[in-house]
Protein backbone atom coordinates (compact mmCIF):
# COMPACT_ATOMS: atom_id res chain seq x y z
CA UNK A 1 0.00 0.00 0.00
CA UNK A 2 1.63 3.42 -0.80
CA UNK A 3 0.72 6.64 1.31
CA UNK A 4 -1.37 9.72 0.13
CA UNK A 5 2.27 11.55 -0.06
CA UNK A 6 3.72 9.13 -2.38
CA UNK A 7 1.08 9.48 -4.83
CA UNK A 8 1.26 13.48 -4.66
CA UNK A 9 5.27 12.70 -5.00
CA UNK A 10 4.68 10.74 -8.03
CA UNK A 11 2.42 13.17 -9.62
CA UNK A 12 4.67 16.03 -8.87
CA UNK A 13 7.76 14.20 -10.52
CA UNK A 14 5.57 13.49 -13.66
CA UNK A 15 4.25 17.07 -13.89
CA UNK A 16 7.56 18.77 -12.78
CA UNK A 17 9.07 16.28 -15.77
CA UNK A 18 6.43 17.61 -18.79
CA UNK A 19 5.06 19.50 -21.14
CA UNK A 20 2.86 20.41 -19.26
CA UNK A 21 5.29 22.57 -16.98
CA UNK A 22 7.80 23.85 -19.38
CA UNK A 23 4.47 25.19 -21.09
CA UNK A 24 3.45 27.21 -18.15
CA UNK A 25 5.40 30.12 -16.85
CA UNK A 26 5.39 29.35 -12.76
CA UNK A 27 6.00 26.89 -10.37
CA UNK A 28 4.94 23.36 -9.72
CA UNK A 29 3.71 22.71 -5.94
CA UNK A 30 2.40 19.57 -4.15
CA UNK A 31 1.89 22.09 -0.69
CA UNK A 32 0.42 25.55 -1.69
CA UNK A 33 0.79 28.45 -4.59
CA UNK A 34 3.24 31.25 -3.33
CA UNK A 35 1.01 34.21 -1.61
CA UNK A 36 1.09 36.90 -4.22
CA UNK A 37 1.93 34.92 -7.41
CA UNK A 38 0.66 36.05 -10.78
CA UNK A 39 2.49 33.05 -12.63
CA UNK A 40 1.37 30.11 -14.13
CA UNK A 41 1.30 27.70 -10.83
CA UNK A 42 0.63 24.20 -11.20
CA UNK A 43 -0.75 22.97 -7.41
CA UNK A 44 -1.22 19.15 -6.72
CA UNK A 45 -3.56 18.53 -4.13
CA UNK A 46 -4.94 15.27 -2.84
CA UNK A 47 -8.88 14.80 -2.20
CA UNK A 48 -9.24 10.89 -1.41
CA UNK A 49 -7.89 8.08 -1.51
CA UNK A 50 -9.81 4.17 -0.72
CA UNK A 51 -8.45 0.69 -0.94
CA UNK A 52 -5.70 -1.36 0.14
CA UNK A 53 -4.85 -3.65 -3.04
CA UNK A 54 -6.24 -1.59 -5.64
CA UNK A 55 -6.01 2.12 -4.58
CA UNK A 56 -7.71 4.55 -6.23
CA UNK A 57 -6.55 8.33 -5.61
CA UNK A 58 -8.32 11.24 -6.75
CA UNK A 59 -6.09 14.66 -7.08
CA UNK A 60 -6.95 18.06 -8.19
CA UNK A 61 -4.06 19.49 -10.47
CA UNK A 62 -4.45 23.12 -10.46
CA UNK A 63 -2.77 25.41 -13.08
CA UNK A 64 -3.62 29.57 -12.38
CA UNK A 65 -3.17 31.80 -15.53
CA UNK A 66 -3.72 35.44 -15.10
CA UNK A 67 -6.23 37.47 -16.99
CA UNK A 68 -5.51 39.96 -19.57
CA UNK A 69 -6.67 43.24 -19.63
CA UNK A 70 -8.19 44.96 -22.96
CA UNK A 71 -9.02 48.77 -22.34
CA UNK A 72 -11.32 49.09 -19.50
CA UNK A 73 -11.74 45.41 -19.28
CA UNK A 74 -10.46 42.66 -18.15
CA UNK A 75 -11.07 39.09 -19.99
CA UNK A 76 -10.09 35.20 -19.26
CA UNK A 77 -6.78 34.63 -21.47
CA UNK A 78 -8.07 32.41 -23.48
CA UNK A 79 -5.15 31.22 -25.67
CA UNK A 80 -3.09 30.42 -22.69
CA UNK A 81 -6.13 28.31 -21.27
CA UNK A 82 -6.51 26.39 -24.32
CA UNK A 83 -2.72 25.50 -24.63
CA UNK A 84 -2.35 24.71 -20.91
CA UNK A 85 -5.80 22.75 -20.98
CA UNK A 86 -3.94 20.48 -24.54
CA UNK A 87 -1.00 19.98 -22.52
CA UNK A 88 -2.99 18.57 -19.43
CA UNK A 89 -5.19 16.35 -21.57
CA UNK A 90 -2.12 15.17 -23.30
CA UNK A 91 -0.15 14.20 -20.05
CA UNK A 92 -3.01 12.90 -18.19
CA UNK A 93 -4.52 10.36 -20.41
CA UNK A 94 -1.24 8.61 -21.59
CA UNK A 95 -0.15 7.44 -18.22
CA UNK A 96 -0.52 3.62 -17.84
CA UNK A 97 2.48 1.40 -16.17
CA UNK A 98 2.49 -1.93 -15.17
CA UNK A 99 1.25 -0.73 -11.66
CA UNK A 100 -0.79 2.24 -11.70
CA UNK A 101 -3.09 4.31 -14.44
CA UNK A 102 -4.14 7.37 -14.64
CA UNK A 103 -7.45 9.23 -16.19
CA UNK A 104 -8.37 12.53 -16.07
CA UNK A 105 -11.96 12.60 -14.69
CA UNK A 106 -12.81 16.36 -15.29
CA UNK A 107 -11.53 19.32 -16.59
CA UNK A 108 -13.49 22.70 -15.62
CA UNK A 109 -11.76 26.31 -15.83
CA UNK A 110 -12.90 28.70 -12.76
CA UNK A 111 -12.55 32.37 -12.43
CA UNK A 112 -10.65 33.20 -9.47
CA UNK A 113 -13.04 34.66 -6.39
CA UNK A 114 -10.68 38.57 -5.68
CA UNK A 115 -8.33 38.41 -8.39
CA UNK A 116 -8.04 38.57 -12.25
CA UNK A 117 -7.45 35.26 -13.14
CA UNK A 118 -9.10 31.85 -13.98
CA UNK A 119 -7.64 28.03 -12.56
CA UNK A 120 -8.04 24.85 -14.81
CA UNK A 121 -9.02 22.37 -12.81
CA UNK A 122 -7.75 19.26 -13.53
CA UNK A 123 -9.54 16.52 -11.52
CA UNK A 124 -7.33 12.66 -11.87
CA UNK A 125 -8.08 9.67 -11.17
CA UNK A 126 -5.30 7.24 -10.40
CA UNK A 127 -5.89 3.36 -9.53
CA UNK A 128 -2.82 1.64 -8.19
CA UNK A 129 -2.37 -1.95 -8.12
CA UNK A 130 -0.34 -2.78 -4.75
Known amino acids: MISVIDIKDIVYMLVKSS ?6 NGIVSKTIRPTDSNAEDI ?3 VLDQEGKQMQQFI ?3 NIYVSDLIKEKDIIENSQRIRLLCTK ?3 LFESIVTDNWRCELQKQIIIKV ?3 DEHC ?3 R ?3 NYLN
Do not use: R
Not at 19 to 24: F, G, H, K, Q, V
Open 19 to 24: DLANSA
Open 59 to 61: LNV
Open 113 to 115: EGK
Open 124 to 126: ILI
Open 43 to 45: VIS
Open 120 to 122: INN
Open 88 to 90: SIE
